[in-house]
């Protein structure tokens, strides 16, 4: 079983910057793709970013910019670097690890913008 912990949400003003981290513990491989996604009230989930095993990186036109998604294989761990934040990007971020016949998702970490 692969268990996936969320941090790094908080309240921050509008054009701050916040790093959330994903650790996966259990039987868990650096052939998986890892992402983050969203889900703001009211809202679908969607998806922020992505990562492949050969670190090919995909983004939301929302965030191209202004956010950057990395991860260390050795340390089982994604992050998302979330800069010049704007109150719109306020919401749950999720983790998400996933390979085919495989699908994990984190418990989610809040994060508000907010003045």
């Known amino acids: 079983q692969v268990r996936l912990v969320e941090s790094g949400g908080s309240l921050v003003q509008p054009g701050g910057s916040l790093r959330l981290s994903c650790v996966a513990s259990?039987?868990?491989?650096?052939?998986?793709?890892m992402g983050w996604y969203r889900q703001a009230p009211g809202k679908e989930r969607e998806l922020v970013a992505s990562?492949?095993?050969?670190?090919?990186?995909d983004y939301a036109d929302s965030v191209k910019g202004r956010f950057t998604i990395s991860r260390d294989n050795a340390k089982n761990t994604v992050y998302l670097q979330m800069n010049n934040l704007k109150p719109e990007d306020t919401a749950v971020y999720y983790c998400?690890?996933?390979?085919?016949?495989?699908?994990?998702w984190g418990q989610g970490t809040q994060v508000t913008v907010s003045s």
């Open positions: 990562i492949s095993r050969a670190k090919n990186t």
């Open positions: 259990g039987r868990i491989f650096s052939s998986y793709s």
């Open positions: 998400r690890v996933w390979l085919a016949g495989a699908d994990y």
